[in-house]
């Protein structure tokens, strides 16, 4: 069965950084499109940031220019670095993994990690 575990997480000022870690077992992720979504309380998870298999990327508007995601194929690993950080980014932060075709749309993803806690101070 398909685990991924995230890592990472925690409390930051406002402008610092942090970098999520997703550790992959029992499949190899540059197989799936790779996905980083969030979810703050009371909203609605969103979509952060995908890599596709052929390693291409692309992120929601508001997160372009501050946050990167990556994969390293070697550690079976999901990374995303996450710079400037606003309040706004305050929330649960989840990877996820599609069999299929990618898109920021949560629906297209079969597996998920429990999360990791993201809290940005002001």
């Known amino acids: 069965q398909v685990q991924l575990l995230e890592s990472g997480g925690g409390s930051v000022q406002a402008g610092g950084s942090l970098r999520l870690s997703c550790a992959a077992s029992e499949y190899t992720i540059s197989s799936y499109c790779m996905g980083w979504f969030r979810q703050a309380p009371g909203k609605e998870r969103e979509g952060v940031a995908l890599?596709?298999?052929?390693?291409?990327?692309t992120s929601a508007d508001s997160v372009k220019g501050r946050f990167t995601i990556s994969r390293d194929n070697a550690k079976n690993t999901l990374y995303l670095q996450m710079n400037s950080l606003k309040p706004e980014d305050t929330a649960m932060y989840y990877c996820?993994?599609?069999?299929?075709?990618?898109?920021?749309?949560?629906?297209?993803?079969?597996?998920w990690g429990q999360g990791t806690q993201v809290t940005v101070s002001s």
């Open positions: 890599i596709y298999r052929s390693g291409y990327t």
């Open positions: 996820a993994a599609a069999v299929g075709a990618c898109g920021l749309s949560r629906g297209r993803y079969n597996y």
